[in-house]
């Protein structure tokens, strides 16, 4: 089984690695461009590399049709990515092997709890359960049956996780008393979210993350994880999100309309999405290749608003009209 370990020299600097990391659970849309985009200028403007990665760990959920639109739609918009494309469903025995080393470390233990015995425990702003910590108490002496796998937090005395964020400013979150107790591994033998993420970023060599900000509250709970299994620091920025007319963010679960791959919205979008993330309007733009080697030259992180952003419906109606998936 495959053994994860830190890089050699911890101590020296590393050249700048950036990554997407999209779900193949429907297409990409206005929202995923506004993160796309925004993590692609980045690294390029720091003469940094950029990853593909596909995270379809949600095995019920991820379609082999989806991940090809989205590929199709990268390409339309010229973001290319380096190196192959990773799979999070061809990594599990990594994910495994970390599982093994918190398991030896004593950071984690099984637990039978359901969604239903959870029904009535606190939740936090953003509505997740507090997980109580009935099985941690109750001290289920058995990794075998079904059952989940959570990672034991340090409850004593309860430690705030303060993260740095190159948009948001510092980040305070006391994540045993707002999250609890969180999952590795679901009862359906799924990989959860936080541990996949944390072992993709150090195996591919990640330094630096932009993503959206729904995903901010994420990073207290992979920091835990990256300092248990002595991975590195990463640093961080998280780009507003967009929401809708009614105040919900552009998902395909809101039925987010997918971003066109004909020239003209193209070029629309992109421009679009870069006034969204604050930054100077460029002129004489022929091409997406053209639009994001200009982008590249007037990066700003620091020119970005911190969330919550919102974008009207017009813009929307006029995408749907000329997508062309």
Wanted: glycine residues 6%; contains cysteine.
């Amino acid at each position: 089984m495959s053994r994860i370990t830190s890089g050699p020299d911890e101590q020296r600097p590393r050249a700048y690695v950036g990554r997407f990391a999209p779900s193949p659970t429907g297409p990409l849309h206005f929202g995923s461009l506004i993160a796309a985009l925004a993590s692609y200028v980045d690294a390029r403007a720091a003469g940094g590399s950029w990853l593909l990665r596909i995270e379809d760990v949600d095995r019920e959920r991820s379609r082999l049709e989806h991940e090809a639109a989205i590929r199709r739609q990268l390409a339309a918009f010229a973001l290319e990515h380096d190196g192959d494309v990773v799979r999070q469903s061809e990594r599990i025995d990594h994910y495994r092997s970390a599982l093994e080393r918190l398991r030896d470390q004593g950071s984690v233990y099984p637990c039978v709890c359901s969604r239903r015995l959870l029904e009535t425990a606190p939740r936090n702003q953003e509505g997740e359960v507090i997980y109580p910590g009935s099985c941690r108490v109750r001290a289920v002496d058995t990794f075998g049956g079904r059952h989940s796998i959570r990672f034991k937090l340090a409850h004593s005395p309860p430690q705030d996780e303060v993260i740095e964020d190159r948009i948001e400013g510092v980040i305070t979150q006391n994540v045993a008393k707002d999250v609890g107790d969180f999952v590795l591994l679901r009862a359906d033998g799924d990989v959860a979210y936080q541990l996949a993420v944390v072992v993709d970023d150090e195996l591919q060599g990640v330094t630096d993350v932009v993503r959206g900000a729904d995903l901010l509250l994420n990073t207290p709970r992979q920091r835990i994880l990256q300092r248990a299994l002595g991975f590195r620091d990463l640093r961080y920025a998280h780009v507003p999100i967009v929401t809708n007319d009614q105040g919900e963010k552009l998902s395909k679960q809101t039925r987010a309309i997918a971003l066109p791959t004909d020239h003209n919205s193209v070029l629309a979008a992109l421009r679009r999405a870069w006034a969204f993330l604050n930054q100077p309007a460029l002129e004489q733009v022929s091409s997406a290749r053209d639009f994001l080697d200009q982008a590249t030259l007037l990066w700003a992180v620091s020119r970005i608003k911190k969330h919550p952003a919102h974008i009207d419906k017009e813009p929307f109606e006029s995408l749907e009209a000329a997508q062309n998936l």
